[in-house]
């Protein structure tokens, strides 16, 4: 069973899904424990998806949007722009040069002995 943080503040993004998750079950004349009961889920689980207090999964997403006759981007119509803000960019540090990008594709076809003794070589040098 998912586990529930105490004090847990949902997403913003999870508590948007929820609510078209909702909207979508009343839609269709579902209760949250005959949706469950489709989905294997307990009423509990679904209830907190719907609160936006579990986190789902894109394969559980798909899953209960084939049970809701919704394509899977449904949950994610008229969601707040504040939900989609660009995150800052990820410090990637040498893996960005262009050594390093021409290094890792020679590595990947490297076997054995020769990968071995470049390892031990690029080990000698860094500790200089």
Not at 2 to 10: I, T, Y
Not at 19 to 36: E, N, V, W
Not at 51 to 58: F, K, N, V
Not at 65 to 74: H, K, T
């Amino acid at each position: 069973m998912p586990r529930r943080a105490k004090n847990h503040v949902p997403n913003p993004v999870d508590r948007h899904i929820g609510k078209r998750m909702r909207l979508q079950r009343m839609i269709r004349g579902h209760t949250t424990y005959s949706l469950a009961e489709v989905l294997g889920l307990n009423e509990r689980t679904y209830r907190d998806y719907e609160a936006g207090a579990l986190r789902l999964s894109p394969h559980r997403l798909v899953q209960i949007a084939r049970a809701l006759c919704v394509e899977p981007g449904f949950w994610f119509v008229e969601a707040p722009s504040s939900v989609f803000e660009p995150s800052p960019p990820i410090d990637t540090g040498s893996m960005g040069d262009g050594d390093t990008r021409r290094l890792l594709p020679a590595w990947d076809t490297m076997i054995g002995q020769p990968r071995k003794h470049l390892l031990g070589i690029a080990l000698a040098l860094a500790q200089r």
